[in-house]
């Protein structure tokens, strides 16, 4: 039933928002249009997801996998997690891990062309530099 996080949210609307997507957005402070379109398969950004978290109190785990209760209050640190959980967490986690890789590459560009930029600009400062002690200046004002 809540095999994905479309279901997820639609069984947070149930819940929360007594089967009202209106009630539920209101809740959460967002458009009525944003949560039927979760449930229909758009894909919640991070800040709604965290909204939803923190606004309700959601388990954050059991909201982005299934793993998990719903509800923070209902965790059990102690529970032992069961073996297909750690399979579906580890299926989650490589997805995570190709993500991450991605962003690092995006960061280790970034910080290159940060490097490059710094070059840039510290060149340009340079040839500032020669270029105002070039410029001859009179002591005396030219007032027209």
Same mark, same amino acid.
Request: net charge positive; hydrophobic share 50%; glycine share 2%.
């Given at each position: 039933m809540n095999e994905t996080i479309h279901d997820r949210i639609g069984t947070l609307v149930q819940e929360y928002g007594d089967g009202k997507n209106t009630v539920? !957005?209101?809740?959460?402070g967002v458009s009525e249009g944003n949560i039927r379109g979760y449930i229909k398969g758009i894909m919640p950004k991070a800040d709604v997801l965290e909204k939803i978290v923190k606004t309700l109190d959601v388990n954050a785990m059991w909201?982005?996998?299934?793993i998990g209760h719903m509800r923070?209050?209902?965790?059990? /640190?102690? !529970?032992p997690v069961l073996i297909s959980d750690n399979d579906r967490l580890a299926? *989650?986690?490589?997805?995570?891990d *190709?993500? /991450?890789?991605?962003?690092?590459?995006?960061? *280790?560009?970034q910080a290159e062309e940060i490097g490059r930029l710094r070059e840039r600009i510290s060149h340009l400062e340079r040839e500032k530099g020669k270029d105002v002690s070039d410029v001859q200046t009179s002591g005396i004002a030219n007032v027209g």
């Open positions: 539920f !957005a209101n809740k959460i909201l982005l996998t299934g923070v209050s209902n965790l059990d /640190i102690s !529970a299926t *989650v986690l490589q997805q995570f *190709v993500f /991450i890789q991605k962003k690092d590459m995006q960061i *280790v560009q």
